[in-house]
């Protein structure tokens, strides 16, 4: 059972194979250039690479706009070069992921081209129409201040059709069956090639109505029991990780109330919360979204990321908030998107400070759930304001001070390289910060494997141990007889922070650091006393390992 449920304790690392290694100088990252770094993902402590789109497409919108679900984009390379990759990552222990974009196509897709030419296709109905122009024809817009409408005239159908995202994004009548059936295939197809899974993009639109008369999209969810099911009779430890930004209180429809459909889902509440906590360094609001998504089935799983090939979404905050986090953020106005979010990566959010990075990463590493991380994260890497919308923060990967940051040799890559500036290629690279022991990338390697040695995070029951600082949480974790505490210091003023011995449960007399040899013992009063600097954290193993607290005294 716990090798079926290997992504419990897994450590994801999101890449766009089109910016992170060009092989042939052509500008373009490629899955030949990618196969040749997955020695240092390994390295690392990856374990499972999640892959933005790679398939045919105009790249209106970096691949997400895809014009053949059965295969490689020739700028990345042939069907040939990804079975080659999927293969020498198995050989090293990795997983793939890759997105799965089935809410819609591009308007390119041969699918659309004949639905809009010919009414007698069966293509026709694999979109959907509106004879009239909808009364709500404004409803419903994902990006505000980019996008008009979700409904679209076609001067050759003669009839509008849905969109959900923008107009050259066609939606998919994904409640038609030969629709469903045609998904089922795609993912069948590609675990075939070699993947152990998918990144489901846009889960709440893919299985809600879709029509010019409805209001409230109700959500079909026995499309995701069909979709598990596939895979497991295809590859039984295949998943579906979602991306489902939703309620808690709908949490365990998608997942199922026996885990029968999702295995996994982001929880986009927990990192909302988290950076509004980080903002205004209270660590309760936290607390509470943790709580508020603490159920779901003993199979199922949540992905815990910081940022992501996205802005950094605030839109479940109240508005207050959301202007707390803005501020604290990215308090400019080209910094935001669509008016809910941060299109910043993280170090810059962070104002490049070594301290708050670390506790951010170690906060990702130990919520419960599954740590997914951004690539260029490891080191540091800036955005690049001046590129639209989320480009932005999708820049090429920098390994070192060559040309191009090493990326390609090609004097127009597809995105430019970030250059000047604290966080120009020049000083934020891999070669760099592989050289120097003290550096993010060798720091971010080591809380890797120990997060991986801490299976309690992704396999245990966890809580919010009480204490007396609004800016600490504190979070233990039981699983096997085995506990582990976690503590973090929100603000930017060093704490004192004392823990009951009782409140950390068995064997609570003694914590053993798992990060350093500051280890804890209890004091006559039965407390631990510990002083946290501005933004620390200690990882912790509850006893009972005398031993090591005895070698300590020798």
């Given at each position: 059972?716990?090798?079926?449920?290997?992504?419990?304790?897994?450590?994801?690392?999101?890449?766009?194979?089109?910016?992170?290694?060009?092989?042939?100088?052509?500008?373009?990252?490629?899955?030949?250039?990618?196969?040749?770094?997955?020695?240092?993902?390994?390295?690392?402590?990856?374990?499972?690479?999640?892959?933005?789109?790679?398939?045919?497409?105009?790249?209106?919108?970096?691949?997400?706009?895809?014009?053949?679900?059965?295969?490689?984009?020739?700028?990345?390379?042939?069907?040939?070069?990804?079975?080659?990759?999927?293969?020498?990552?198995?050989?090293?222990?990795?997983?793939?992921?890759?997105?799965?974009?089935?809410?819609?196509?591009?308007?390119?897709?041969?699918?659309?081209?004949?639905?809009?030419?010919?009414?007698?296709?069966?293509?026709?109905?694999?979109?959907?129409?509106?004879?009239?122009?909808?009364?709500?024809?404004?409803?419903?817009?994902?990006?505000?201040?980019?996008?008009?409408?979700?409904?679209?005239?076609?001067?050759?159908?003669?009839?509008?059709?849905?969109?959900?995202?923008?107009?050259?994004?066609?939606?998919?009548?994904?409640?038609?069956?030969?629709?469903?059936?045609?998904?089922?295939?795609?993912?069948?197809?590609?675990?075939?090639?070699?993947?152990?899974?998918?990144?489901?993009?846009?889960?709440?639109?893919?299985?809600?109505?879709?029509?010019?008369?409805?209001?409230?999209?109700?959500?079909?969810?026995?499309?995701?029991?069909?979709?598990?099911?596939?895979?497991?009779?295809?590859?039984?430890?295949?998943?579906?990780?979602?991306?489902?930004?939703?309620?808690?209180?709908?949490?365990?429809?998608?997942?199922?109330?026996?885990?029968?459909?999702?295995?996994?889902?982001?929880?986009?509440?927990?990192?909302?919360?988290?950076?509004?906590?980080?903002?205004?360094?209270?660590?309760?609001?936290?607390?509470?979204?943790?709580?508020?998504?603490?159920?779901?089935?003993?199979?199922?799983?949540?992905?815990?990321?910081?940022?992501?090939?996205?802005?950094?979404?605030?839109?479940?905050?109240?508005?207050?908030?959301?202007?707390?986090?803005?501020?604290?953020?990215?308090?400019?106005?080209?910094?935001?998107?669509?008016?809910?979010?941060?299109?910043?990566?993280?170090?810059?959010?962070?104002?490049?400070?070594?301290?708050r990075l670390e506790l951010a990463y170690s906060l990702m590493l130990t919520l419960p759930g599954t740590p997914v991380v951004r690539y260029g994260d490891e080191i540091g890497m800036g955005d690049d304001l001046s590129l639209p919308e989320r480009n932005c923060a999708r820049t090429p990967m920098q390994w070192s001070t060559e040309r191009q940051g090493g990326f390609t040799t090609s004097s127009k890559p597809v995105l430019p390289v970030i250059t000047g500036g604290a966080y120009?290629?020049?000083?934020?690279?891999?070669?760099?910060?592989?050289?120097?022991?003290?550096?993010?990338?060798?720091?971010?390697?080591?809380?890797?494997?120990?997060?991986?040695?801490?299976?309690?995070?992704?396999?245990?029951?966890?809580?919010?141990?009480?204490?007396?600082?609004?800016?600490?949480?504190?979070?233990?974790?039981?699983?096997?007889?085995?506990?582990?505490?976690?503590?973090?210091?929100?603000?930017?003023?060093?704490?004192?922070?004392?823990?009951?011995?009782?409140?950390?449960?068995?064997?609570?007399?003694?914590?053993?650091?798992?990060?350093?040899?500051?280890?804890?013992?209890?004091?006559?009063?039965?407390?631990?006393?510990?002083?946290?600097?501005?933004?620390?954290?200690?990882?912790?193993?509850?006893?009972?390992?005398?031993?090591?607290?005895?070698?300590?005294?020798?």
């Amino acid at each position: 059972m716990i090798n079926d449920l290997w992504y419990k304790n897994a450590v994801v690392y999101c890449l766009s194979v089109g910016t992170f290694m060009d092989s042939n100088g052509d500008g373009c990252g490629d899955f030949e250039g990618l196969t040749r770094r997955l020695e240092y993902l390994h390295g690392l402590g990856v374990t499972t690479l999640w892959l933005m789109p790679f398939h045919p497409s105009p790249r209106q919108d970096d691949g997400y706009d895809v014009s053949d679900f059965y295969n490689v984009d020739p700028r990345f390379g042939t069907l040939g070069d990804f079975v080659e990759f999927t293969h020498s990552a198995s050989r090293l222990g990795m997983r793939v992921l890759m997105d799965l974009v089935v809410n819609h196509t591009s308007d390119q897709h041969p699918w659309f081209q004949q639905a809009r030419r010919d009414r007698k296709s069966k293509y026709h109905n694999w979109y959907v129409w509106s004879d009239r122009k909808p009364a709500r024809y404004t409803d419903g817009v994902v990006f505000p201040g980019v996008q008009k409408s979700t409904w679209t005239f076609d001067k050759l159908a003669r009839r509008w059709y849905f969109h959900r995202f923008y107009e050259f994004q066609p939606d998919l009548n994904t409640a038609n069956p030969d629709v469903q059936a045609e998904i089922l295939k795609i993912m069948g197809f590609w675990t075939q090639m070699g993947v152990s899974g998918f990144r489901m993009d846009a889960v709440p639109f893919v299985i809600g109505a879709k029509g010019p008369r409805v209001v409230r999209p109700t959500e079909k969810f026995d499309m995701l029991r069909q979709f598990r099911e596939l895979l497991q009779w295809r590859r039984g430890d295949a998943i579906i990780l979602a991306e489902a930004n939703v309620l808690p209180s709908t949490n365990m429809a998608y997942f199922g109330d026996e885990g029968e459909r999702l295995h996994m889902m982001f929880n986009f509440q927990v990192n909302q919360h988290l950076f509004y906590a980080m903002a205004v360094a209270d660590a309760r609001p936290l607390a509470k979204a943790l709580e508020a998504t603490r159920a779901r089935p003993a199979t199922s799983q949540w992905g815990i990321f910081l940022r992501n090939h996205d802005e950094l979404d605030l839109g479940r905050l109240r508005p207050a908030q959301r202007q707390r986090v803005f501020a604290a953020f990215g308090p400019e106005k080209d910094m935001q998107l669509y008016d809910r979010g941060i299109r910043r990566r993280l170090a810059p959010m962070l104002g490049g400070n070594r301290r708050r990075l670390e506790l951010a990463y170690s906060l990702m590493l130990t919520l419960p759930g599954t740590p997914v991380v951004r690539y260029g994260d490891e080191i540091g890497m800036g955005d690049d304001l001046s590129l639209p919308e989320r480009n932005c923060a999708r820049t090429p990967m920098q390994w070192s001070t060559e040309r191009q940051g090493g990326f390609t040799t090609s004097s127009k890559p597809v995105l430019p390289v970030i250059t000047g500036g604290a966080y120009g290629f020049e000083h934020v690279n891999v070669a760099a910060q592989r050289r120097d022991p003290e550096s993010l990338l060798n720091w971010m390697e080591r809380v890797f494997r120990m997060r991986k040695e801490v299976p309690e995070i992704g396999w245990g029951d966890f809580e919010v141990v009480p204490n007396e600082e609004r800016a600490a949480l504190v979070m233990r974790y039981e699983w096997r007889g085995n506990a582990a505490v976690f503590v973090h210091n929100l603000g930017d003023s060093p704490l004192e922070i004392k823990l009951g011995a009782k409140a950390l449960g068995r064997h609570g007399g003694q914590l053993i650091n798992l990060l350093s040899n500051a280890h804890s013992r209890a004091n006559s009063k039965g407390k631990h006393c510990m002083l946290l600097e501005p933004y620390g954290y200690r990882w912790f193993r509850v006893g009972p390992l005398d031993y090591l607290l005895k070698r300590e005294e020798m």
